[in-house]
């Protein structure tokens, strides 16, 4: 008896791979799959890296460094100790403390089991700042070993921007597994490098998310989606912050991806990559920071204080990082034998951990006790620290050690906070006002999205960690002011806090080589009166086979408007003023955002900051001086710009055919 219902349809033809993915768009469990297998390898990768990290930070700082001290003595004591990194700091002897401060905070990693207490070591009549001379040993070590690692292993794979580029299609695609570079993470970390461990883990996620893509031969978009769904899952494997990493894969400078079914599977591999090393390394929180402090609503000014205060030190972090990673000085180190700028640059660190041994390594376990309700620094040994930290993270990234500034950041913002709140209180103006670590949270927080561009991911990282709703509002408002200042003083770039991406950074250095006359349209700007009705507007536009206008009022410019904006303000018009009750549109009111633009002194790298986040293809370009333009302008400046300034227009199709140019020898254009 043949059951009632339709019958089966015969089974179709094979289909080509982008045919069969068009068929699964409407839930997209074949792009889903792929994502939770990625949120697995990236949790897997993590683990593994901080397991390794872990075991070489012991071991270097453990028996390697008594070992050290033992040789450099006469009477060596009979039995090898292991000191726990997690314990409370001794300082009975500088090089005990040292190693159990200076260099925890692996974070997530469990704490090590209980030992006995520690044989007394031999008095040394030597100074303390020399007693402590391996410290200078190790980073050396192991700058030299990353040195030798990065010159004889290959390159360790592109950046974000990079894979987002491959993902298009724009470069030829070329991901790499993460081995390589999270060994040369956990030798650079473990043995005191002063930068963090969540840019191998980002970087790591999005390369595993691009390679996997590739094996299963989807398309353009969803390679751009699953690489967002490595970085979603790397930043949530290792901060253990889930929801800072979804908005990180979004909000990050590198991401272009859009859409539904990218969401849902940035999600999917956040849930499984938090799955995973809560699994294998507990729920421990990376970071143990105390309840969040409220005196009176009446200090939000006050935060919006240390936001720009927070600005400048994201200001100051970012472009010491561009500077270290400059063609000048890497062209200087390129020259020296292998390992020896990274070694270089470990015993400079190894030198400032003689006096601050805080700057090694991770330094959570310094951000702890920044935020404790017992630890107070003074004020002026964290001023010093502030400037070394930064120094040490310079030197450390600008040498070839291997590591992101995520963690650094938030070292400096903690730093300045508790600064900022004791200059606020008892230290300084008295104010009755929340203790320094109240103040030293929110500052993490500003610096991490003024130096990583990403206000809503260290709002959300910050919550995550915190789990206090008291503590949204203040970090809204110094995160937010923060990353404004910073976009405003530097531009939209990915300013390369995860760690160097030497393709993107070689692409933007041939941006900024060319001027932005270089990008102008052959046509001239079509300049028209405020007044002009809307239409008449737009029918010229059209005629000129152009995207935007510059709107004048008499000899001043006054605006921009754009092809979408005169479309958008007639269609309005037509379908309110049936009856004729409203007057009809002119130029001045089709703006729908103040003018974007150029003077002639900007760089192609620069435009491209223009161009991008303000959604334009066209921007007009004038004579100014450039003192009186900030790097990215917007809006008019003092007293304004006339019309006679006016240039030409520099838009995206000029911006490639000027690249084009590059590439293409000089006699071919001539005989054109």
């Known amino acids: 008896m043949q059951l009632s219902g339709p019958k089966p349809e015969p089974a179709p033809a094979a289909a080509s791979p982008v045919e069969a993915e068009a068929r699964a768009l409407p839930y997209q469990w074949n792009l889903l799959a792929w994502a939770a297998l990625i949120g697995v390898l990236t949790g897997l990768a993590v683990v593994a890296f901080h397991e390794l990290l872990g075991f070489i930070n012991n071991g270097l700082f453990g028996p390697f460094v008594e070992g050290l001290l033992t040789v450099g003595r006469s009477q060596p004591p009979e039995l090898a100790i292991e000191l726990p990194l997690a314990a409370a700091p001794d300082t009975g002897t500088p090089l005990r403390a040292l190693l159990q401060v200076g260099l925890g905070g692996l974070g997530f990693l469990p704490p090590p089991p209980a030992v006995p207490e520690p044989l007394p070591l031999p008095v040394s009549s030597l100074p303390d700042w020399i007693s402590l001379w391996p410290v200078v040993v190790v980073p050396t070590l192991g700058g030299w070993a990353v040195g030798l690692l990065r010159r004889y292993g290959g390159d360790l794979g592109p950046g974000l921007p990079s894979l987002m580029a491959m993902a298009d299609g724009a470069v030829s695609a070329r991901p790499r597994l993460p081995f390589q570079r999270l060994l040369g993470a956990s030798i650079s970390l473990g043995s005191g490098a002063s930068l963090g461990p969540e840019g191998p883990s980002v970087e790591s996620g999005g390369n595993i998310g691009l390679w996997v893509a590739l094996r299963g031969g989807l398309s353009p978009q969803s390679q751009k989606a699953l690489v967002a769904a490595g970085v979603a899952a790397g930043l949530a494997a290792g901060f253990k912050a889930p929801i800072a990493g979804v908005f990180f894969a979004f909000e990050g400078s590198f991401s272009a991806v859009q859409g539904r079914p990218s969401l849902r599977a940035v999600l999917v591999a956040a849930v499984a990559s938090s799955l995973v090393t809560q699994l294998l390394l507990g729920d421990t929180p990376i970071l143990r920071l105390p309840a969040y402090e409220v005196r009176s609503p009446l200090e939000l000014p006050l ?51 003689l006096g601050f041994p805080q700057v090694l390594g991770v330094g959570y376990d310094t951000i702890e006790a920044l935020l404790g309700s017992e630890g107070g620094v003074p004020l002026l040994t964290l001023l010093v620290l502030l400037g070394v930290k930064l120094l040490a993270t310079g030197i450390s990234n600008a040498t070839g050690f291997v590591g992101g500034g995520f963690a650094p950041s938030l070292f400096l913002g903690a730093v300045l906070g508790n600064c900022y709140g004791q200059l606020l209180g008892d230290s300084g103006l008295h104010l009755p006002v929340a203790e320094p670590p109240a103040y030293a949270m929110v500052g993490m927080a500003a610096v991490l999205a003024g130096s990583a561009r990403a206000p809503l991911t260290a709002l959300l990282l910050l919550f995550e960690l915190t789990r206090d709703i008291r503590i949204v509002l ?7 002011l923060s990353a404004a200042l910073v976009e405003r003083w530097q531009g939209l770039a990915d300013p390369g806090l995860l760690g160097p991406d030497p393709q993107e950074e070689h692409r933007r250095r041939q941006l900024a080589a060319l001027r932005v006359s270089e990008a102008f349209e052959p046509e001239a700007p079509l300049v028209l009166a405020a007044e002009l009705p809307a239409q008449k507007a737009l029918l010229q536009l059209v005629e000129a086979h152009g995207h935007c206008l510059v709107v004048a009022d008499g000899a001043w410019v006054v605006g921009l408007v754009t092809l979408a904006d005169l479309q958008r303000a007639l269609s309005a018009e037509r379908e309110f003023n049936h009856d004729g009750s409203l007057p009809v549109p002119t130029l001045l009111s089709c703006r729908r955002s103040d003018l974007v633009w150029l003077p002639m002194s900007a760089q192609l790298a620069q435009l491209e900051d223009q161009l991008r986040p303000n959604g334009l293809r066209q921007l007009p370009v004038f004579d100014v001086p450039a003192a009186a333009a900030a790097a990215l302008p917007h809006g008019l400046p003092n007293p304004g710009l006339p019309v006679a300034s006016l240039r030409g227009l520099a838009s995206r199709d000029g911006m490639a055919r000027a690249l084009a140019r590059q590439l293409t020898p000089a006699g071919d254009w001539a005989q054109d």
Not at 317 to 325: K, P
Not at 332 to 344: C, D, F, N, S
């Open 474 to 480: 203040p970090l809204m408002a110094a995160a937010g």
């Open 303 to 353: 935060y919006l204080g240390l936001g720009l205060v927070a600005s400048l030190m994201s200001w100051a972090l970012v472009s010491l990082l561009a500077a270290g990673r400059s063609e000048r000085l890497q062209a200087w180190l390129g020259q020296l034998p292998p390992g020896l700028p990274t070694a270089l640059g470990g015993a400079s660190v190894g030198v400032m951990a």
